[in-house]
């Protein structure tokens, strides 16, 4: 059993690598269909916590936040560990006749002087947002009282048998420990400890945090807000 967790575990991990890297193209359609159309009102749910002028997007993806940002009026910058997700990225931006900078790096190593940007945000990041090393990276590019702005979920609350279907392959895929709770007392995502642990480091590298429940029609999503101090 042990050996079989294991072997399912570096399959999905080579699955989120494929899907980040060869398979880039596919994401928006992945996107679509895990979230039910929902995916990129999720991430717009950090709009109205951004602030400041200047702007880092962390793990970009194909550019619609970085879109977002421009059409709010802000000085956005985008960062991506991946090249296909960079040309992707590029590509949206020149469509619609946009200019952001676009850098390729890992969020540990931050290429940015420190105090540079008023709000740094990542919607639905990988594993690489609970690493110490991130939030301290973050932690110096924001200036003093800058937000580092978190949607680390959404959920469906509509869709009966799709949304259990959909709920369960967060479950198999590691996204998610279970059926999606919030515990009141915390006002923090109940169903995984990951979370828990992640706000306290997140306390001790010098953010105050807040947890926001958006509610949307038929789902919601949930954004977290650190304040730099």
Do not use: C
Request: charged share 20%; proline share 4%; no cysteine.
């Amino acid at each position: 059993m042990g050996f079989l967790r294991r072997a399912w575990w570096r399959l999905v991990q080579f699955g989120f690598r494929l899907l980040y890297n060869e398979m880039a193209w596919s994401y928006d359609v992945v996107s679509w269909l895990a979230s039910l159309g929902a995916w990129q009102a999720w991430q717009r749910t950090a709009l109205p916590h951004v602030q400041g002028q200047r702007v880092l997007e962390i793990a970009h993806g194909p550019g619609h936040m970085l879109l977002a940002l421009r059409a709010e009026g802000y000085e956005v910058t985008g960062l991506d560990l991946s090249p296909a997700m960079g040309r992707i990225a590029r590509r949206r931006l020149a469509a619609a006749g946009v200019t952001a900078g676009l850098v390729r790096g890992r969020v540990q190593a931050l290429p940015f002087a420190g105090g540079k940007f008023d709000t740094a945000l990542s919607t639905f990041p990988t594993a690489f947002i609970a690493d110490v090393e991130t939030m301290r990276a973050v932690h110096r590019v924001l200036r003093p009282g800058g937000r580092f702005l978190i949607v680390p979920e959404g959920h469906l609350t509509d869709g009966g048998r799709v949304r259990r279907f959909i709920n369960w392959l967060y479950v198999i895929t590691g996204q998610r420990s279970g059926e999606f709770a919030v515990d009141e007392a915390e006002n923090w995502p109940a169903e995984d400890a990951r979370w828990q642990r992640f706000r306290q480091e997140m306390a001790a590298t010098g953010f105050a945090l807040e947890v926001v429940h958006v509610q949307l029609p038929g789902s919601g999503a949930t954004v977290v807000v650190a304040t730099r101090d």
